[in-house]
């Protein structure tokens, strides 16, 4: 079994900064791409962020500049820096990872896997 755990939510007031972190567990193979989305009120899911497992990142226009991605291979975790945050960046924030771990046949498999969700609310 494989699963995703996001924390470090909570709220900030505008200008603040958090920083989230999301770690993948199981019998992990490796880990491609590693993502932050994240669901405003009444808006649909959008991707926020994104790692390769080269290091290579890409950002949502409206983030650039304020956040940043990284990863820490050896513990299997991505991190979202958020800076300069906004009322518009309230949201909860998904993770997501295009896994390869051990099944219980002991072959490799490959899956998407999406964590539970961590809120962030930005409010004075």
């Known amino acids: 079994q494989v699963q995703l755990v996001e924390s470090g939510g909570g709220l900030v007031q505008p200008g603040g900064s958090l920083r989230l972190p999301c770690a993948a567990s199981g019998r992990i193979f490796s880990i491609n791409t590693m993502d932050w989305y994240r669901q405003g009120p009444g808006k649909e899911r959008e991707l926020v962020a994104g790692?390769?497992?080269?290091?290579?990142?890409n950002y949502a226009d409206s983030v650039k500049g304020r956040f940043t991605i990284s990863r820490d291979n050896a513990k299997n975790t991505v991190y979202l820096q958020m800076n300069s945050l906004k009322p518009e960046d309230t949201a909860v924030y998904h993770c997501?990872?295009?896994?390869?771990?051990?099944?219980?046949?002991?072959?490799?498999?490959?899956?998407?896997?999406w964590g539970q969700g961590t809120q962030v609310t930005v409010s004075s």
């Open positions: 997501n990872a295009d896994i390869l771990y051990y099944s219980a046949t002991g072959y490799v498999a490959r899956k998407g896997l």
């Open positions: 790692i390769t497992s080269a290091g290579s990142t």
